[in-house]
């Protein structure tokens, strides 16, 4: 059974950079997309982008693609989010999810990490 | 505001029938994007509820069916339980200018 963990820290200042990765345990990350997604408290999901591990073929969410950047790490099994110069309204829960879209238009998401919590504050 | 649009809340007792409606636009359901749902207890990740419109995953009771006609698409829950008691999200993929992976705003069942 695939299982999917994220890790990364849990405050991170405005205008600084929000680094998460998720080690996921039970499958190779090979040959599949992978995602991240976040939930502000309270509110509803938001499709941040994916990557693909091998080729790191990348496809970013417009309103959020001048500031994301994705990478995976096959020798660790492991794929990362960076998101730039962030404010207070990226405030969120992380997840990573395994993407089964071949294509952007078809495809959802299967197995999904616990969520990791990220509050943008000085 | 989501480009796919849910009823915020539902309720029904146990042992009913409910719907959860996803209404999206040409640009999305409405041109013949897959519909996906999920369920999300409090404080837990989301699950796969169906996916391509029609399908469940392995595990998942066949009281839940999903369903899509034109530019929307349903989840229903038949004989409801108590543990149904969730949040429920429909997603697609919308191709107009923001062209993106999008979700629908979401839907508290509660069951009465």
């Known amino acids: 059974q695939v299982q999917l963990q994220e890790s990364g820290p849990g405050l991170v200042k405005p205008s600084e950079t929000l680094s998460l990765t998720c080690t996921v345990s039970g499958g190779s990350i090979t040959n599949y997309f992978w995602s991240w997604i976040r939930q502000p408290a309270n509110k509803g999901l938001e499709w941040i982008g994916r990557?693909?591990?091998?080729?790191?073929?990348?496809n970013y969410n417009p309103s959020l693609k001048s500031r994301v950047t994705m990478s995976a790490d096959t020798s660790k099994n492991q794929f990362s989010l960076n998101l730039n110069s962030v404010t207070a309204a990226d405030t969120a829960v992380y997840y990573c999810?395994?993407?089964?879209?071949?294509?952007?238009?078809?495809?959802?998401?299967?197995?999904w990490g616990q969520g990791a919590l990220v509050t943008v504050s000085s | 505001q989501s480009v796919l649009t849910q009823p915020p809340s539902v309720s029904g007792a146990p042992g009913q029938r409910v719907t959860i409606s996803c209404t999206g636009s040409?640009?999305?359901?409405?041109?013949?994007?897959?519909v996906h749902w999920y369920q999300q207890f409090p404080g837990i990740a989301p699950k796969l509820l169906i996916y391509?419109?029609?399908n469940r995953p392995s595990g998942v009771p066949d009281r839940f069916s999903g369903s899509k006609s034109g530019t929307s698409a349903s989840l229903v829950i038949a004989g409801l339980q108590a543990e149904d008691e969730a949040d429920y999200y429909c997603q697609s993929y919308d191709n107009s200018l923001s062209a993106s992976r999008v979700f629908g705003g979401g839907t508290k069942l509660t069951v009465l």
């Open positions: 999810a395994r993407d089964l879209g071949s294509s952007l238009g078809k495809g959802y998401f299967d197995h």
């Open positions: 990557v693909k591990a091998s080729g790191s073929t990348t």
């Open positions: 040409s640009s999305n359901i409405g041109a013949g994007y897959d």
């Open positions: 391509s419109n029609t």
